[in-house]
Structure formats: structure tokens, C-alpha cells
């Protein structure tokens, strides 16, 4: 249907492997839906990091601000502390992009099994919504007396009612579009953190006014975590702020069988700047090259990138393609209890797609 120019980071790790398949299944559904695809590659990475003493150039941002959209693997390396990572790639491309709501859904999916019990096939369908731009990974403090035995670290969240007002009705605007429950959930910590959380609480009844066709409840992070757990099949959508969106969604991949089907996107829903889109596992360094790691949770992030692409159709493809091989249940990595390769699913599911 189009022409788009997307910016390929592949990152560390198994980021490398898995994201040679899902562009191999972006290639081959390509000619059945008249896309066109510009892929460009960008080395930033660790070993980038290792030779230049930086995660990405200084006008990274700049080179990746032209295109259409992100395509990121995975980032870390154990010799490499994660706020390097993190600071130095994930978030200022979140935040220089606006990205403020990260898409997380959790299905669970006929033909895998959770380590829940009787739980069945799509009895777990939730989306976490996550603020992800400010809230406690703003990044905002310092140190006092560093290196001494009086250390002193101080670590401020940020929350402002725009940020977050406008996750809050990206959340039920989502819950609309889904129409299945039609139920979002908040999550808070108001009885401990009385300044920003309670800020939240007040927004989210602010907004919650403007949907009277849509149910809410709002819950304790550690309430939810439990809730995720012992009945998970009464949440829809659920908004978070940036850290218990976080730990709430590494909950959902487990309850849904594997990290390796988590996917994520990091929308700007403005549509002003590129969205980045990445799955929610790490680099997994002690399996990368191997040739174990799972590459459906990349795939799955192809088909977010392609629903905000426009592409529904060949979104849909993908689901599907990635859903009939679960059911299948004879080509799948050791993670889901098989013994194939990484780019024997690659290559089955760009066979579904062609």
C-alpha cells in the first residue's frame, strides 16, 4: 500500500538475531500487500559504545527524526551498566520523539501454556499502557559526597498533568477501540507516595468523566501485581505510570507464557515524530548466537509497527502467521517447550506471510 523508510537498530545480543527474522517476514509479506520497504541500519549498540565511549552519536536523534519509524532489537551487555544503555539510547529517543505511550499487549495464545492453571486460551487478553516519558525514570537527581561512607543519592520522580492526562486518554480511547471489556484499570501508589501518585489519582478522575460508557477501578501496584496473578482475565486496559508499567508488563509476558511473545510500541499517537517499536525481552547475552532465542516477540513488534504504519492487513498476517505456528505447536523455540531455531521460525512464519 505504500512506501515507508524505517530505521533498523539491531542493538546487542540476541537483538541481532531476532531482528534479522522479523525483517526476513516484513520482506516476504511485502509484494502481497504492495509495500515497499526502505530499511536503514544504524550499528549503535555496546560495541558502538566500546569504541566510540557513546551509545549513539550526538546527532542520533537528528539522523532517525526523517523517518517513519524505529525498529529496535534489543540493547545491554554485561559489561556495560543498563542506565549507560538505557540513558544513552532508549531514553532520549523516547523523549526527544515525545514517545509517550508504550503499547504493551499480553495474550495468551492457544497452543501455549501458562504457568497458571486453568487458564484458558485468550482468558488473559490485557493491554498495558504505560507512561513513558517522565514519572520515575526522569532521570531526575544526583549525588552528594559521592564515593564517601556519608553517600547520599537522591532520586525525584517527575509527574505533571499533561503527561499525565494524556496517557491516561490514550488508555480509554484504546479500551474504546478494543471494545472488549471496555474496562480500564489505574494503577497507583498514593498511600505511599502522596505528591505524584496522588496527582495521577486526580487526573484519572478527571478523564474518567469524559468516558461514561467505559468501566475503571484503580489499584495498588502490589494489588495489581497480585491480581495479575490469581485472576488476570478481569483486566482490559490497564495505565500505568513509567515504572509500574514496567514490572506490571514483565508479569503479563510470564502469565502469557514467555518473554519471547512480548512485544512493545512507543507511540508518539501525534504522529509529529517516529515511533520506536521493540520488544520487552532483553539482549539475553548468555544465549545470543546460538541460534535458541525466540523471534516472535520481534515479530509480533513488526505487526504494532505495522498497524501504526496503516498496514492493517498485513498486520494481521502476521498474528496470524505467529498464532497458527503456536497452535501447530511443532516449529518453536526452547522457550516454548520445542527444539527449533531461531530462523526456523523465522523462515516458517515469512513462509505464512508471502
Not at 471494545?179 to 478522575?205: C, E, P
Not at 516472535?296 to 497458527?324: K, Y
Request: charged share 25%; net charge negative; with cysteine.
Amino acid at each position: 500500500m505504500g512506501k515507508h523508510s524505517i530505521a533498523v537498530i539491531k542493538g546487542d545480543g540476541i537483538g541481532v538475531d531476532v531482528v534479522d527474522e522479523a525483517l526476513k517476514v516484513l520482506h516476504a509479506l511485502a509484494g502481497r500487500h504492495g509495500i515497499e520497504w526502505d530499511f536503514v541500519e544504524f550499528p549503535w549498540s555496546s560495541d558502538y559504545y566500546f569504541e566510540h565511549d557513546e551509545m549513539m552519536p550526538s546527532d542520533g536523534v537528528e539522523q532517525l527524526r526523517g523517518l517513519d519509524a524505529i525498529f529496535l532489537g534489543a540493547v545491554g551487555h554485561p559489561e556495560v551498566q543498563d542506565h549507560i544503555t538505557l540513558n544513552g539510547l532508549l531514553l532520549p529517543i523516547r523523549r526527544a520523539f515525545d514517545q509517550y505511550a508504550c503499547v504493551r499487549p499480553s495474550v495468551l495464545l492457544p497452543g501455549v501454556d501458562s504457568p497458571l492453571k486453568d487458564v484458558k486460551p485468550y482468558d488473559i487478553d490485557l493491554v498495558v499502557v504505560r507512561e513513558n516519558t517522565e514519572g520515575e525514570y526522569a532521570n531526575v537527581g544526583g549525588f552528594q559526597y559521592q564515593d564517601f561512607p556519608g553517600e547520599v543519592a537522591v532520586q525525584s520522580s517527575v509527574f505533571t498533568r499533561k503527561g499525565c492526562e494524556r496517557v491516561i486518554r490514550y488508555a480509554f480511547e484504546l479500551a474504546r477501540e478494543r471494545r472488549k471489556k471496555m474496562h480500564v484499570t489505574s494503577i497507583t501508589k498514593s498511600n505511599a507516595q502522596g505528591y505524584g501518585m496522588v496527582l495521577w489519582d486526580r487526573t484519572f478522575d478527571a478523564v474518567k468523566d469524559e468516558y461514561p460508557d467505559i468501566t475503571t477501578d484503580s489499584l495498588l501496584i502490589d494489588a495489581a501485581c497480585m491480581d495479575f496473578i490469581r485472576r488476570p482475565e478481569n483486566f482490559d486496559v490497564v495505565v500505568a505510570s513509567n515504572l509500574f508499567g514496567d514490572i506490571l508488563t514483565d508479569i503479563g509476558a510470564i502469565i502469557t507464557g514467555s518473554m519471547g511473545l512480548a512485544s512493545s510500541a512507543n507511540l508518539d499517537p501525534t504522529r509529529i515524530s517516529p515511533s520506536m517499536f521493540e520488544p520487552t525481552h532483553g539482549s539475553a547475552p548468555d544465549i545470543a548466537g546460538m541460534g535458541i532465542a525466540n523471534p516472535m516477540a520481534q515479530i509480533l513488534t513488526s505487526a504494532l509497527m505495522l498497524d501504526h504504519l496503516g498496514e492493517d492487513g498485513a498486520a494481521a498476517d502476521v498474528r496470524s502467521a505467529v498464532e497458527n505456528l503456536l497452535e501447530e505447536g511443532e516449529t518453536l523455540t526452547p522457550d516454548l517447550g520445542g527444539s527449533s531455531t531461531t530462523m526456523a521460525v523465522g523462515d516458517a512464519i515469512a513462509a505464512l506471510v508471502s
